[in-house]
């Protein structure tokens, strides 16, 4: 059984920067994507950004130029950079990993997230 880890969340003032790290405790067959979610009080979760296996990356419209995804293969973890960051950033951020296991199924996974909170 897999899970992953997040850390990296805090309280960073408007103009500041944050690592977000999810990092994979345990075996895993296959990753496809691994993501970044976040969830503020009252809304919907929504997509934040997502890289592949193959590196391509996928960013919300309202982070582009702002966040960066990446990923290392090795330690099975995924970060997120986020820089210039706004009061509207303010959420809990979750790790999402698609992967496929070793009977070609597919599998869909979530941290237990991490809170992130801009403000002067």
């Known amino acids: 059984q897999v899970q992953f880890v997040e850390s990296g969340g805090g309280l960073v003032q408007p103009g500041g920067s944050l690592r977000l790290s999810c990092a994979a405790a345990?075996?895993?067959?296959?990753?496809?994507?691994m993501g970044w979610y976040r969830q503020a009080p009252g809304k919907p979760r929504e997509l934040v950004a997502t890289i592949t296996n193959g590196g391509t990356t996928n960013y919300a419209d309202s982070v582009k130029g702002r966040f960066t995804i990446s990923r290392d293969k090795a330690k099975i973890t995924a970060y997120l950079q986020m820089t210039s960051l706004k009061p509207e950033d303010t959420a809990v951020y979750y790790c999402n990993v698609v992967s496929t296991t070793q009977s070609r199924s597919m599998r869909v996974d979530w941290g237990q997230g991490t809170q992130v909170t801009v403000s002067s």
């Open positions: 345990g075996t895993i067959f296959s990753i496809n994507v």
